[in-house]
């Protein structure tokens, strides 16, 4: 297993695009959870997911984010009309409810929008 | 008040020193309680994982829990250039429904 995948690394959008991101969570780790972090800041949640259920979202998530995680494996993060502000590294982990329940994650995907 | 309170440093110390990184919470629901470290532009890496109060070592990393005070601490024996990075403190309760997040300490050692 090579742990949390996701993807893209990097991307440069223009303000008012639409950017979606993809996470690969640990096989077989059924809680999924989406952050979001700027320069010099802790990562600040966004969303998680138990299996294909979204149980918990931020109130600071805009109408312009939306999360899915269909078959309870991959995530994709979509976020809609993008602004300067949404510049940031969006970070995914995962987890089991089983045994040790320590969450994992990705290398991230840092947006920058233009 | 936030949830997690870390002092973001930075911390500048010598090559072989020990390092004492420290969080607060003010949350007493909080049961598991983790540490991170991560590089410039890198995803966060799990260092350690406790659940209760105490103790637990793994090589030159301590992560000690006193529920009683909410405050945490990782400490870092014979300190490495390799370890400079930013720490993270993150804590859950047994919902596992949401991480919070120390805002991180910035470490520097030097050679």
């Known amino acids: 297993d090579t742990g949390v995948s996701q993807d893209p690394r990097h991307k440069i959008t223009k303000r008012g695009q639409n950017v979606t991101f993809r996470c690969d969570p640990i096989s077989e780790h059924n809680r999924l959870y989406w952050y979001r972090q700027t320069l010099g800041q802790g990562p600040e949640f966004l969303t998680y997911?138990?299996?294909?259920?979204?149980?918990?979202k931020s109130r600071l998530l805009s109408d312009r984010f939306s999360a899915e995680r269909p078959k309870g494996s991959f995530s994709t993060l979509e976020i809609q009309r993008t602004e300067q502000g949404d510049s940031a590294m969006y970070l995914c982990?995962?987890?089991?409810?089983?045994?040790?329940?320590?969450?994992?994650f990705g290398q991230g995907t840092r947006l920058t929008v233009v | 008040q936030k949830e997690v309170e870390q002092d973001p440093g930075p911390l500048s110390v010598p090559e072989g020193a020990i390092v004492s990184l420290n969080c607060t919470y003010s949350?007493?629901?909080?049961?598991?309680f983790m540490w991170y470290r991560q590089y410039s532009r890198k995803g966060p890496e799990l260092l350690m994982y406790?659940?209760?109060?105490g103790n637990k070592e793994d090589g030159r990393f301590t992560a000690q829990v006193d529920k009683s005070s909410k405050y945490i601490s990782l400490f870092i024996r014979d300190s490495q250039p390799s370890d400079s990075a930013t720490y993270l403190c993150?804590?859950?309760?047994?919902?596992?429904?949401?991480?919070?997040f120390g805002s991180g300490t910035k470490l520097n050692v030097k050679p």
């Open positions: 982990a995962s987890s089991s409810d089983q045994g040790e329940t320590e969450a994992f």
């Open positions: 993150a804590m859950i309760d047994y919902n596992f429904n949401k991480f919070y």
């Open positions: 406790t659940y209760s109060s």
């Open positions: 949350n007493s629901a909080f049961q598991y």
């Open positions: 997911f138990q299996n294909e259920a979204q149980l918990e």
